[in-house]
T-cell receptor
Framework: TQLLEQSPQFLSIQEGENLTVYCNSS?????LQWYRQEPGEGPVLLVT?????EVKKLKRLTFQFGDARKDSSLHITAAQPGDTGLYLC???????????FGQGTELSVKP | GAVVSQHPSWVICKSGTSVKIECRSLDFQATTMFWYRQFPKQSLMLMAT?????????EQGVEKDKFLINHASLTLSTLTVTSAHPEDSSFYICSAVNVGVNYGYTFGSGTRLTVV
């Protein structure tokens, strides 16, 4: 059973388009994190959200944590080829506890 | 910032041999570390939770006798893949919990294991 359902799993878009990645669960998480991973490397943390309804922005990336702390979204505005990569959401039920990952979203941004 | 060093970054071994992967927290103490494996084009799957000074907790379906985990100090956890087979070939990644930084998770750079 996948605790975190991430969608879409694959996304191919043109440079300049907007996109949203979703991460949903029936469970409540104390924190939810978004990572980006390049091939052959470990995941790199983009953001951590801990408060229901929280919105965080990182340049063209906007992250939102659902009010009930069961879901999250990542929105990228005006995607660029440099945004290409694997995006992963991950949630922890308690602070410092097991971090469970969603299926990942393979994003390809074509020039 | 917090750094986790994972070694080796890649290893090729013969079928039937054992391989040890090290995960070190360089500038913080980690009582808890996690081990993941990742197949190509897939997400990270949690294998086990490594606790300093006690036995590791394995996820369902992970063979504890095949994937030996030792967390003998606050800065080092090791994963030993015993009697490796080609199907064990994968990307293994460790993560350490940094209590001092709001329980943040810091990941190693991964180990590419190829069993031939």
């Amino acid at each position: 059973t996948q605790l975190l359902e991430q969608s879409p799993q694959f996304l191919s878009i043109q440079e300049g388009e907007n996109l949203t990645v979703y991460c949903n669960s029936s469970s409540v998480f104390s924190s939810l994190q978004w990572y980006r991973q390049e091939p052959g490397e470990g995941p790199v943390l983009l953001v951590t959200v801990v408060t229901g309804g929280e919105v965080k922005k990182l340049k063209r990336l906007t992250f939102q944590f659902g009010d009930a702390r069961k879901d999250s979204s990542l929105h990228i505005t005006a995607a660029q080829p440099g945004d290409t990569g694997l995006y992963l959401c991950a949630g922890a039920r308690n602070q410092g506890g097991k971090l469970i990952f969603g299926q990942g979203t393979e994003l390809s941004v074509k020039p | 910032g917090a750094v986790v060093s994972q070694h080796p970054s890649w290893v090729i071994c013969k079928s039937g041999t054992s391989v040890k992967i090290e995960c070190r927290s360089l500038d913080f103490q980690a009582t808890t570390m996690f081990w993941y494996r990742q197949f190509p084009k897939q997400s990270l799957m949690l294998m086990a939770t490594s606790n300093e000074g006690s036995k590791a907790t394995y996820e369902q379906g992970v063979e504890k006798d095949k994937f030996l985990i030792n967390h003998a100090s606050l800065t080092l956890s090791t994963l030993t893949v015993t009697s490796a087979h080609p199907e064990d070939s994968s990307f293994y990644i460790c993560s350490a919990v940094n209590v001092g930084v709001n329980y943040g998770y810091t990941f190693g750079s991964g180990t590419r294991l190829t069993v031939v």
